[in-house]
């Protein structure tokens, strides 16, 4: 994967702290007075990183829509796991694997923030669809404060096939939709488990749903009819997590 450039000083902080050997670069905006930007200069030069004082719109450049803080660092990120990846990755956490599916997600923001909860939650791998769904961009690199390179996140070429590969596995699948009467909290997340949340406006498709074993919604009582895809992403998450720390 080719290098790109991380943005804002906690994205920065986060790469120097936990992934310094793939920071080639931090670039600082010239009479920069913040004290905090002024740490990571001297963390990356401890590190023998090179530490450059750019003009800021040099670094307005770079960021694009982004807000930089006055910092960047050119980071070259690790290889996403491939999909002959999957069947390790659950091997290695047996009856504790936990995945996360999002079908169609296209708001990097939202990707990046789903990928914050999953790293949060300690989720085996996120899977998406190659097709009608966003990458592994800057801006989703910067939402998910770090977990992006946390949490293993899976492109699939057919997404059913990779359901059908889950179920024969031995892992349940959970699909959440609004138009249902069974609540997560109606369902056991324990033991292997997959968490299928469709995409922002559209929801699951089709074919999708139909591969999952349960469909549940999260109760909302209030007069709001949807909850944003990443707000209910570590909602499920995190009953799935209340669940499966529940003494036996």
């Known amino acids: ?88 990755l659950m091997e290695r956490d047996g009856a504790n694997t936990l995945v996360l599916v999002l079908d169609g997600v296209t708001d990097p923001h939202n990707l990046g923030a789903c990928l914050r909860s999953a790293a949060a939650a300690g989720v085996t791998a996120v899977i998406v669809p190659k097709d009608r769904a966003v990458g592994l961009t800057p801006v989703v690199r910067r939402a998910s404060a770090g977990g992006a390179d946390r949490v293993p996140l899976i492109a699939v070429t057919n997404l059913a096939r990779t359901l059908r590969e889950l179920k024969d596995a031995g892992v349940w699948i959970t699909g959440l939709a609004g138009d249902t009467d069974t609540s997560i909290y109606g369902v056991d997340f324990k033991g292997p488990v997959a968490l299928v949340l469709g995409s922002e406006g559209e929801g699951m498709r089709r074919l999708t749903r139909e591969l999952c074993d349960f469909v549940a919604k999260i109760p909302m009582p209030g007069t709001m009819e949807s909850l944003n895809v990443s707000v209910a992403t570590g909602v499920v998450l995190f009953e799935a997590l209340r669940q499966r720390s529940a003494k036996r």
């Open 1 to 88: 994967m080719s290098e790109s450039w991380i943005v804002g000083i906690n994205p920065v902080e986060g790469a120097l702290s936990n992934d310094a050997e793939r920071v080639r670069e931090v670039l600082v905006e010239q009479g920069q007075r913040n004290a905090r930007v002024q740490a990571l200069a001297e963390q990356a030069k401890a590190l023998k990183i090179p530490v450059h004082h750019r003009p800021r719109d040099q670094l307005d450049k770079l960021a694009g829509e982004a807000r930089h803080q006055g910092v960047v660092a050119l980071y070259e990120p690790p290889p996403m796991a491939h999909e002959g990846d999957l069947a390790k």
